[in-house]
């Protein structure tokens, strides 16, 4: 090895991080190498003779590189050179379909059956076909289409059409809901489907393709193995769900999925909700598909703050079947604010008083503030919650113990003084809401952040035959087909964490209710097409009723929603999702924390203070 360092200049390779580049100067080049640090944003020189790069800096500048002395003794690991190249070509395509501002067209919508061959045999939409096409005219792609527009079917067809060209297997990384139907897209479209098998540790060697879920790739050596199974043979590398990878490097999911991006010949997300929490999280998924030009391209494009301007620029990068396309009828979301009762307002404004003087100074501490969210997510549903903490089927990030009251204080003597029988406004509105569909024959779906909460409703909808699934259901599929079957049975109750994708209900509901929700815009959106979605008759009525709690987080919450919601529509140009953010109110009948999120807590904690 020392002799091969002193025969190359510069040795260029990955780090010891997912998304970072080494490079390794001869000990004569060393002077050079520090010039050459200079020109990258996020180089670093921990010793002398070693730079370390993002990946995605390296590949924006490589133009950097031409200033070095020997060009001639430059040495690139065979995957990250392959991976420059793609990005040298992915950039000057790109740049070409921004500047004509119309997406690309190298593939005819006509000519996509002659690509798919006889091999084929699944039907296909309009906008299938138009999606279809546009995806074979990028060497890797994103899919925004909504849920329900069938991007399994059109990622499917991609990878059938890519065969042709060589393409042998295909990566599928997608939450466990996803595997149904991807197997059953398999049996349904190819006249000889692939030999499809979930990831375990003894697959068939002769697999042409492998499912595997985020939460394995945190697993010892399993990133190590898909990569080298990537590798071995042309692939493609999709992720289902894609925006489970938001954060990037940052995050767990994240981090595994852009180290097995280079090793794959064809790179394609599928997501319904690209930006959930604004431009951050398509910058991650854009570095993802396109290493270095693609985050580049979306700070670019929304800089200027214009998101109409910016989403006429990112139009040819992706493809979304939006809501409108699908022909759907509409669907009536409203929101109806409830009054607590005075003994909960009391608690929740202690309660609020507690938490104001204990935030001060901790703006920066997530983990802290999450916590605080959660609490008060609880109290402004049922402040009984505070007392009895939450279960180990809570997702991870809603999971706190019992809230320490000191006695003898006033949120002591409150707590004291809550009767256990007294119901929650919000549970009074859920069970109105419930008993007056059920007698119109119509089942209703609900969902709730809290496995306590539904297990709290379980009981008081018991003469409805509730089903319920959550993170700690033995048998879910039994309680959906409860649900979807059982005359008797009314109501599911649920978490969107749990059920909020990868699952369709349009067939037997067109009721949900939301008894709490959070900041994460890209689950509500999730959980809302799973009765909203392609198949439904034409004069079907879907109506969904969020409930809030007045005076509480509940409406910082929906405000941080809509803004949410309002970005998201407009950078993917969809009127549907930015319509969400206004909902239409009525009178009542009866945590994925960003800085902005934040910031609006901070203000309604400081508000008690005032």
């Not at 091999?119 to 546009?134: C, E, N, P, V, Y």
């Not at 119901?423 to 859920?430: H, I, L, N, R």
Request: charged share 25%.
């Amino acid at each position: 090895m020392l002799e091969a360092v002193q025969k190359n200049s510069l040795e260029i390779g990955f780090g010891d991080g997912v998304a970072r580049a080494r490079l390794h100067a001869r000990g004569d080049r060393e002077d050079d190498l520090r010039r050459l640090a200079l020109k990258f944003r996020t180089g670093i020189q921990r010793r002398a003779g070693i730079l370390e790069v993002d990946v995605d800096d390296l590949l924006v500048n490589l133009v950097a590189l031409t200033s070095w002395p020997e060009p001639a003794t430059v040495v690139w690991d065979p995957q990250l050179a392959q991976l420059a190249a793609d990005s040298a070509a992915d950039a000057q395509a790109m740049g070409e379909r921004i500047e004509s501002g119309k997406p690309p067209a190298e593939v005819a919508v006509e000519d996509v059956p002659q690509f798919l061959g006889a091999s084929w045999k699944g039907g296909l939409t309009s906008f299938q076909l138009r999606d279809i096409a546009r995806l074979l005219s990028l060497r890797h792609g994103a899919n925004f289409s909504v849920p329900g527009a069938g991007k399994t079917r059109v990622a499917l067809a991609v990878f059938n059409a890519l065969r042709s060209k060589g393409v042998d297997r295909l990566l599928i990384i997608g939450p466990k809901s996803c595997y149904e139907s991807w197997l059953f897209e398999n049996q349904e479209c190819l006249t000889e489907p692939l030999r499809m098998e979930v990831y375990g540790k003894e697959n068939d060697p002769s697999a042409e393709a492998l499912l595997v879920n985020y939460e394995r790739l945190r697993f010892d050596g399993v990133a190590n193995d898909l990569g080298q199974w990537l590798s071995a043979r042309p692939s493609m590398l999709l992720l289902d769900e894609a925006h489970r990878m938001k954060l990037g490097a940052d995050g767990a999911y994240g981090g595994a999925c852009l180290a097995l991006g280079p090793r794959a010949k064809h790179r394609l997300i599928l997501t319904g909700t690209p930006a959930p929490n604004g431009p951050r999280d398509l910058e991650n998924l854009f570095g993802f598909v396109w290493p270095g030009h693609g985050r580049q391209k979306v700070i670019q494009a929304v800089a200027g703050g214009d998101l109409a301007a910016a989403s006429r620029v990112l139009r040819p990068l992706f493809t979304r079947t939006t809501k409108g396309e699908l022909g759907l009828p509409p669907v009536t979301t409203t929101l109806r604010t409830v009054a607590m009762p005075l003994l909960h307002k009391e608690i929740y404004d202690a309660l609020l008083g507690r938490f104001s003087a204990r935030a001060a100074g901790s703006e920066d501490d997530f983990l802290a503030l999450g916590r605080i969210v959660v609490y008060m997510l609880m109290a402004a549903t049922s402040p009984a919650f505070l007392a009895v903490g939450t279960t180990r089927y809570e997702p991870l990030d809603y999971r706190v113990p019992p809230l320490t009251i000191p006695e003898g204080s006033t949120l002591s003597a409150l707590m004291h003084d809550l009767p256990s029988y007294e119901m929650s406004p919000k549970y009074q509105e859920v069970l109105a809401i419930v008993a007056s569909n059920a007698a119109k024959g119509r089942k209703t779906l609900v969902w709730s952040t809290f496995i306590r909460s539904l297990n709290t409703l379980q009981r008081m909808l018991a003469s409805f035959q509730p089903a319920m699934v959550h993170g700690g259901t033995e048998d879910r599929e039994a309680e959906i087909a409860r649900f979807r079957k059982d005359p008797s049975c009314m109501v599911l109750l649920s978490n969107p964490a749990t059920l909020g994708e990868g699952i369709s209900l349009h067939h037997e509901c067109h009721d949900a209710v939301y008894v709490d929700r959070d900041f994460a815009a890209g689950r509500f959106l999730q959980s809302l097409d799973r009765i909203h979605r392609l198949g439904l008759a034409p004069d079907t009525q879907t109506r969904i009723t969020v409930l809030a709690s007045e005076g509480t987080i509940d409406e910082v919450v929906e405000q941080r929603l809509a803004e949410k919601l309002v970005f998201m529509g407009s950078i993917l140009d969809d009127p549907a999702v930015r319509e969400l953010g206004d909902l239409y109110e009525e009178p009542a009948a009866g945590a994925g924390l960003d800085h902005r999120d934040l910031q609006a807590l901070m203000g309604h904690l400081h508000a008690a203070t005032a």
